[in-house]
């Protein structure tokens, strides 16, 4: 097993960062079991890192980062069942252009691809759509190493209680190797992007949340206008034009954005000037694609994050009161905020288990001051059940998310069961679960 000695890391946005002793990079399970079982005689913690673009201190450890960046892309596929067998450490863009080529398609998809597989659905990551589950819900089976280091297979049939907390598991419970996924056949997609008023948007959710595959709205804080994205499957013809549409993503939509974004944070009372315009610049136009290409969105200009799911006939009076919220504060922000829909499902740490839900994301600049507004927007969501993602910024611990989860406490006996040791856990997981001491 390859071995990198002691460095700095950070996350993708520079807010989190730790002083590690080692960085590994296994090939085989064979190699992620001794790798454990080392971890536990030697009493070090181990943390699997993805691409470090979780917000939270998810895998800061000044111990020991295990990658699985050498176990990568799609071993096997059951044509017959649309079921593909995938290494956990396969970047979300990779498999997207990897399924291409055979001719599937992931049911969903968020917007950023350069994520590990393993990484994305460990933390609930998801895209939009009332149709669409949580990423973790196209999980068929997988197998993992646990913290034990016994290699497990785990599925809605065979140990069906372990497979629904690693589900989602935020890297509690023992190192995913393998995964086995529910895919489609591949279709082209109809990508539309159009500007509305927020007053519209909201009166027409219903609709546009029925009547299309996928949807999502940005509205502009300090206006009254909202960038609304449509995706649904076409017949039509694939653009001819991407290149100049990846150019306006590129250079218009991150290049200036980011020039922007610059301004706000050394003159920050410019943020409702630069929102206004940013909102009356929305592109409007169309694309059409493969689905993992027009999913996807290049974040070039980094931010801070917070996103928590509410029940989701609950988006309208939330984002009108975290509007309100900001124009009585006058809170120096010019990124939209971003709004989904998600179904709800049975995962025990999932965002949306138990309900149909509504995604509310809210976002600040790298280097602007960001916490009295996520802590003002984070009191707000709270009132309508809010449930973090966990990922993205938040301040609740145990003792809250003990409320806001029924099968919590069947996690925690999870994690005993299979990382009795606590190898898997850093000082922020400890106070997330609520262990003092193991």
Request: charged share 25%.
């Amino acid at each position: 097993m390859k071995r990198a000695g002691p460095r700095e890391w950070r996350n993708w946005s520079g807010l989190v960062r730790s002083s590690l002793k080692e960085v590994w990079y296994p090939e085989t399970r064979e190699e992620i079991a001794n790798a454990l079982k080392e971890a536990g005689r030697s009493g070090s913690t181990i943390r699997m890192v993805g691409s470090s673009h979780s917000f939270t201190p998810l895998v800061a450890t000044d111990y020991v980062h295990l990658s699985l960046d050498q176990m990568q892309g799609i071993t096997s596929v059951n044509s017959d069942r649309l079921l593909v067998d995938v290494q956990a450490g396969t970047k979300l863009k990779r498999l997207g252009d990897e399924l291409e080529q055979l001719g599937y398609a992931q049911q969903n998809l968020g917007d950023i691809n350069v994520q590990s597989l393993a990484g994305a659905f460990s933390s609930g990551t998801h895209g939009t759509g009332i149709d669409f589950g949580i990423i973790s819900t196209q999980i068929e089976s997988l197998t993992v190493v646990t913290g034990r280091g016994d290699l497990i297979e785990c599925s809605e049939r065979d140990n069906a209680a372990w497979f629904k907390a690693l589900q989602v598991s935020l890297g509690a419970l023992g190192v995913i190797t393998d995964v086995r996924l529910q895919v489609i056949p591949a279709k082209r997609m109809h990508y539309q992007s159009s500007r509305m008023s927020l007053e519209q948007c909201l009166y027409s959710l219903h609709s546009l949340r029925t009547t299309n595959r996928h949807f999502e709205f940005y509205w502009f804080p300090y206006t009254d206008q909202v960038q609304v994205k449509v995706m649904n499957t076409t017949e039509r013809e694939v653009t001819k034009n991407g290149g100049w549409n990846q150019f306006n993503k590129l250079v218009i939509e991150n290049g200036i954005f980011w020039a922007m974004s610059e301004m706000c944070r050394v003159v920050p009372r410019l943020s409702a000037s630069v929102s206004r315009l940013s909102a009356a610049c929305v592109p409007v136009g169309e694309e059409v694609g493969a689905a993992h290409k027009l999913f996807a969105t290049p974040r070039l200009v980094r931010f801070n994050e917070m996103e928590y799911s509410i029940p989701a006939d609950a988006l309208q009076p939330a984002l009108e009161e975290i509007r309100d919220c900001i124009l009585r504060k006058k809170y120096t922000v010019h990124f939209p905020i971003e709004c989904r829909y998600v179904r709800g499902d049975d995962i025990w740490l999932s965002p949306a288990f138990g309900r149909d839900s509504a995604y509310i994301a809210i976002h600040m600049y790298k280097g602007m001051p960001f916490g009295p507004y996520f802590d003002d927007v984070e009191r707000i969501l709270l009132r309508y059940e809010g449930r973090p993602h966990w990922g993205k910024l938040h301040h609740l611990r145990a003792k809250q998310l003990k409320n806001l989860y029924p099968r919590w406490d069947d996690f925690l006996q999870v994690r005993r069961e299979l990382d009795p040791q606590g190898i898997l856990l850093n000082p922020y997981l400890k106070s997330v679960f609520g262990v003092d001491s193991l």
